[in-house]
Every structure is written in C-alpha cells, then in structure tokens.
C-alpha cells in the first residue's frame, strides 16, 4: 500500500496550462480504470474532479482534464484561473478492496 | 441534497479508544460502499477503511488493521469508526466518504479532528 508518487508542487500564470502527474504500479494505476482526482482548498474537505481516469462529475468545469497512460494518470488543467490554487490528490484502486491517494500536488497559480 | 456530518473527534491519550460517526442523508445509505479517510495535520490524504452496503465486507489499510473497526447502521443512516489502541501517528483529520459504484469518493463530510497526545 504505497502512495501514488505526484511532484510537491507546480505552478503556471493565470490562463496557461499544467500537468500533474501520478504515478502508480502495475497493481494499482496501470491495472484498473479507477484514478480519481481530488481538489482539496486550504481548511476544506476534498472535492471530487476527475473520475475513472477522464470523466468530469456534473458541475466541474470542462478546462479539467485526466488520462492515464501504462502506471501514470495526468490530471491537466487549462486555462488557469486564480480559484484552481488548491492541493490535487490522484487516487487509484490497488486490489483487494484498498484504495492509495498520491501524496498531493500543490498547485499555485502565479 | 448529500450531507455527511462526522462526530466524536477529540484528544485521546495514546492506547486509547474513541468511536467516530458519520450521519448521512440526501441519499438511500444502505445502497452505498462507504468510508473512511485521514488527512493528519499539514499532510496528505490516507485511505482508512472500506464497508460494504449490507456491511458484510469491510477493508482496512495497513497500518490500522486490528485496532480500527469500520461499521454501519442502515436503519440509522450512521457510520461508525471504532478506534482502539490509538498512536501518536493517528492523529487526523478523519473524514467520511461516500464511495460511489465502488470507484471514487463523490461525497465528503467536512471531517472531525482526532488528536493522540498525552
């Protein structure tokens, strides 16, 4: 049960494009259709943006964005706006009916 | 309209008990996977437990198998986290989840802080 490896930190000026990436192993990310994507604000619960790797729940604005190659997911997000600065968290299935989470990417929007 | 309203949150000292809950509306609970994740102080999310809808099936992480007891009263739209044995490293945040189609995390309270200190 070892966590999704996600970089610390990134960053991009408001209207640009960012990556994020989650990277897992062949026994969680890379063998289930099931990486979501969380966006957590400072004091607030996680909110969920991605599901199934590349599906968007109603109500999550379209400039996000996942997909999954082989053992790493990619959440991108277009078109920054000021309101995206928050922590992002990928999460995957990994057997066995346990789950892992990434240990957060810190997205800061210059 | 989903709500999850967790309880019971406090300061424990370490080798102690405390029970959690989760009250749920908005949804028919007994249809839903539900659960628990940790968040502790200025870290990451940590998935803790899984139950099933009829809360036959019940999955741990790890680091809490033995001492955490996950469960579930339909008839009360409640979850519950029972905590034994606490360590200084179970301090969190502990939020409770909706699992939706046994995929992803839809719905989350807003969590209740459980601090381990003597």
Known sequence: ?110 | EVQLVESGGGLVQPGGSLRLSCAASGFTFSDYWMSWVRQAPGKGLEWVANIKPDGSEKYYVDSVKGRFTISRDNAKNSLYLQMNSLRAEDTAVYYCARLYSFGWFDYWGQGTLVTVSS
């Not at chain 1, 990436?21 to 890379?30: H, K, M, N, R």
């Not at chain 1, 259709?33 to 604005?61: C, D, F």
């Open chain 1, 1 to 110: 049960q070892s966590a999704l490896t996600q970089p610390a930190s990134v960053s991009g000026s408001p209207g640009q494009s960012i990556t994020i990436s989650c990277t897992g192993t062949s026994s969680d990310v890379g063998s289930y259709n099931l990486v979501s994507w969380y966006q957590q604000h400072p004091g607030k619960a996680p909110k969920l943006m991605i599901y199934e790797g590349t599906k968007r729940p109603s109500g999550v604005s379209n400039h996000f964005s996942g997909s999954k190659s082989g053992n790493t997911a990619s959440l991108t997000i277009s078109g920054l706006q000021a309101e995206d600065e928050a922590v992002y968290y990928c999460c995957s299935y990994a057997r066995a009916g346990t789950w892992v989470f990434g240990g957060g990417t810190k997205l800061t929007v210059l």
